[in-house]
């Protein structure tokens, strides 16, 4: 399967586990095929890099740079080209998860944000949290 995971998920996935832990898991075992852009990366980076995850990076023995490079290491950077601001869209701040999704010709958008969860999908492209994920790659 192919898939856009939003930034929310790798944070949670590298740093508490859970179901985005096993998400994670799965793109490392090959089950999942994730593609970020270069806006989403820079994202990344700039979330990764809050004090107030710096306890749980020395929990996991992790800085925010290893982390960067464990999502680099399995992710397809694309060059998304931005698309306009669709209409439903209550958080314009989640339009390039949308443009990545759209350009990468995922088939789906793994997600927390209650905002693009509502959309339930873009452009043809469902939109679903991690649990549905799991359950689609039969890891429920």
Not at 57 to 69: I, R
């Amino acid at each position: 399967m192919r898939a856009v995971v939003d930034n929310n998920l790798f944070v949670s996935g590298l740093l508490w586990g859970d179901k985005p832990g096993r998400l994670f898991n799965a793109v490392v075992a090959g089950r999942l095929q994730i593609f970020l852009s270069e806006a989403l990366l820079a994202e990344l980076c700039e979330v990764l890099q809050r004090s107030k995850f710096a306890a749980r990076f020395a929990l996991k023995e992790l800085t925010p740079e290893t982390a960067l490079a464990q999502v680099r290491a399995v992710a397809r950077v694309v060059h998304a080209p931005p698309i306009p601001l669709p209409a439903l869209l209550r958080d314009a701040d989640d339009l390039p998860v949308l443009a990545c999704a759209v350009f990468a010709q995922v088939d789906v958008i793994i997600t927390g944000d209650n905002d693009l969860l509502a959309l339930e999908s873009f452009e043809g492209i469902p939109i679903i949290d991690a649990a549905e994920a799991l359950t689609r790659l039969g890891l429920s």
